[in-house]
């Protein structure tokens, strides 16, 4: 017997992306190695990208492979023009291709507008914006080169650029951040529409406050997580997973329409919670 047969209508019972190759940055902390994890669970092989932290990127690759699939852990910096040309090179010789890149690493250098140096200003653009257009250059050549393959995915590739309710909402203290996630959600968008006729799905996440390294100030007391609800119309933070999930969904042949959109996963946040009572 299958594994399919006997199965209700609409119940997916085989792996999403088995036999796919996703390339994850950013992917030995937070929502990067949750997603790394997930797309691994999937049925996907994953090259784990990390900048910094090699003991914790092979403990993520240590996870996947216990999914019985390949996860090789590889270090550049997205800001890096030689680096991210090197490690898809090195994919596509060791994993035959991309089908998948998730955009994801990405960091925070906080300052009043009088305060920001130019250094934090141009440091959150290199990573949050650049290193998200070298790494879709890259994979974006390869998707070209190899087009479709039908028994794979019905695209060509998929590009997942890890956005941030901060693509809308202004965020004072924070400008090059919101300016970063702001130029991703055009990015994204301009791509998809550049891409979208070589059959290469280009989609964003914008995650809400998600539990993890880059916000812990936010969550980590109960005082801080009390007033974050005010924030969050579901009223719980998010975890990794939560956008994991998301990206997952994505990139699978169950979204293959989908093309060019924002995914919000935020609890809610972009929905103006301050005028729930009056406004
Ligand atoms: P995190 O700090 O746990 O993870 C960020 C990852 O990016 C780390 O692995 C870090 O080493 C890596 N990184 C930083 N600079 C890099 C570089 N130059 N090259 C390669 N990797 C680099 O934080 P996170 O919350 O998991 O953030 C992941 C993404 O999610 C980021 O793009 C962030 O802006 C976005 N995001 C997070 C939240 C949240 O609430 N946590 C909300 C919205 C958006």
Known sequence: MTSTEGAPQGVITAPLLRGQKALVTGANSGIGKATAVALGRAGADVVVNYVAGREDAEKVVEEITAFGVRAVAHEADVSDEQQVVAMVDRMVKEFGTIDVLVANAGLQRDAPITEMTLAQWQKV????????????REAAKEFLRRGVVPEV????????????????????????????????????ATLAQELAPKRIRVNAVAPGAIKTPINRSAWETPEAEQDLMRLIPYKRVGD????????????????????????????????????????
């Not at 653009?125 to 879709?136: E, H, R």
């Not at 590009?159 to 055009?186: D, E, L, R, T």
């Not at 990206?247 to 103006?272: E, K, P």
Request: with cysteine; proline share 3%.
């Open 240 to 279: 990794p997973e939560d956008i994991a999930h998301a990206v997952v969904g994505l990139a699978s042949d169950l979204m293959d329409y989908v093309v060019g959109t924002t995914l919000y996963v935020d609890g809610g946040m972009t929905l103006f919670p301050g005028f729930a009572t009056g406004g």
């Open 125 to 136: 653009l290199d990573v949050n914006l650049t290193g998200q257009f070298l790494c879709a």
């Open 153 to 188: 995915s019905r695209a060509a590739g998929k590009i997942i650029c890890m956005s941030s309710v901060h693509q809308i909402i202004p965020w004072s203290g924070h400008v090059n951040y919101a300016a970063s996630k702001g130029g991703v959600q055009m990015m994204m």
